[in-house]
């Protein structure tokens, strides 16, 4: 070989050498490269939902959640550092806080949306198109899903569940905002001249306590766990905390049963729209809970799930770090309206 010729293959050892360290993001020079500590992100709230704030002392994803490398914060003034910073969308509509334009805005900070409303309550979104990289919703196609609960598997020998015991309750139904035009109210109204319906809340002026809550709505068969809002992937509390904690099946009104049946256990509820008329579900209901062994099927799903639901604003922020380096590196909502409308 000439020398000519080892030089030049030296050189081109050495560039592929670098092209393959670079690329795989190897040191290059190090000799003897430590295992490189994983950076802690910084997620940077900018102000609290709904005006109420929790304590970010200590490291909160850590010690609370067993999410480790993740730093909350809602000091503002670390701006500049931070990897996310997270908007929640009421406080935007209302004015109470408003988006940092006029601070320059790190190349690699991601602003994230957030917000766990159904469309119809975010307003106009279209002044935000542009401005945000991430979402955050309870929608499946949000970038960092957090629904309202989710289904946790449990080992069948620990599964002890027991149906609560029932009494002459048929259905029960609790109920704050009442506005005759949500489509739930007609469904109600239809249902009553059916069937008996235990009715409390605010608006029937019968409030439960905190305690009493889940065992009244248990010692009836059935839940009507009717959401405010129909919009795709829409499921709250009231299906997650009312009807399966409580321990009724729900009778649901929401979005479509393609949607139940991907969040929910399938044979855990019965669906509204599955009946031609609201006489038929009556007559469905009355005869479901005078066949005991029918009625259990829906609680089948119990000996190998339990749920889990998020209530707690810091375990949601915390969970953007779970996500983090799953997510698109480059990504802008050019039309966020057109998105959280689709
Ligand atoms: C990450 O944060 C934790 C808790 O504040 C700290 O103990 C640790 O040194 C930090 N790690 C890095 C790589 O900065
Ligand atoms: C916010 O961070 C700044 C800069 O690190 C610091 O000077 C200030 O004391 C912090 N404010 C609060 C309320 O912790
Ligand atoms: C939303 O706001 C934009 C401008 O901010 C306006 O052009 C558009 O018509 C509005 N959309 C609706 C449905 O009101
Ligand atoms: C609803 O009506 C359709 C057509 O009339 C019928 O095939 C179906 O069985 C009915 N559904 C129920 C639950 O009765
Ligand atoms: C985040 O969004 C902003 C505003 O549209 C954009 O300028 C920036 O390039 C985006 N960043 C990434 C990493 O996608």
Excluded at 38 to 51: A, C, Q
Excluded at 166 to 179: D, E, M, P, Q
Aim: glycine content about 4%; proline content about 8%.
């Amino acid at each position: 070989m000439t020398t000519n010729m080892s030089l030049f293959l030296s050189a081109i050892t050495l560039l592929s050498v670098s092209f393959y360290a670079l690329h795989r993001k190897l040191p290059v020079l190090t000799r003897t490269p430590r295992p490189a500590e994983p950076r802690n992100l910084s997620i940077l709230l900018w102000h609290w939902p709904f005006g109420v704030s929790y304590s970010l002392a200590g490291d909160v994803c850590s010690i609370e959640y067993g999410i480790p490398g993740c730093l909350l914060s809602d000091n503002t003034s670390l701006f500049p550092h931070a990897d996310v910073v997270v908007f929640h969308h009421h406080e935007l509509r209302t004015g109470r806080s408003s988006l940092p334009l006029h601070l320059p805005r790190p190349a690699t900070q991601r602003w994230l949306w957030l917000s766990l409303e159904p469309p119809a309550n975010n307003g106009n979104l279209s002044r935000y198109n542009g401005m945000f990289n991430w979402t955050m919703t309870y929608w499946r196609r949000a970038d960092v899903q957090i629904p309202y609960g989710k289904l946790v598997p449990v080992s069948p020998k620990s599964s002890n569940y027991l149906i609560p015991k029932k009494g002459s309750c048929l259905v029960s139904w609790v109920v704050s905002n009442y506005r005759p035009d949500h489509r739930r109210s007609q469904v109600y109204q239809d249902l009553r001249k059916q069937i008996p319906i235990q009715v409390y809340g605010r608006w029937p002026r019968r409030p439960l306590s905190e305690r009493s809550l889940l065992p009244a709505i248990g010692h009836c068969h059935f839940y009507l766990a009717f959401e405010n809002s129909i919009a795709p992937d829409y499921i709250t509390e009231k299906l997650w905390r009312n009807a399966y904690e409580a321990g009724a099946v729900p009778v649901v009104l929401g979005p479509s049963r393609d949607d139940y049946e991907a969040l929910v256990p399938p044979g855990s509820f019965i669906h509204v729209s599955d009946f031609n008329s609201t006489e038929e579900l009556a007559v469905f209901l009355k005869l479901l809970a005078t066949d005991r062994r029918r009625y259990e099927t829906y609680f089948k799903w119990r000996q190998t799930h339990g749920i889990k639901r998020y209530t707690d604003w810091r375990e949601r922020l915390c969970n953007i770090c779970v996500s983090y380096h799953r997510l698109p590196a480059v990504k802008v909502y050019y039309n966020l309206d057109a998105w959280a409308k689709s």
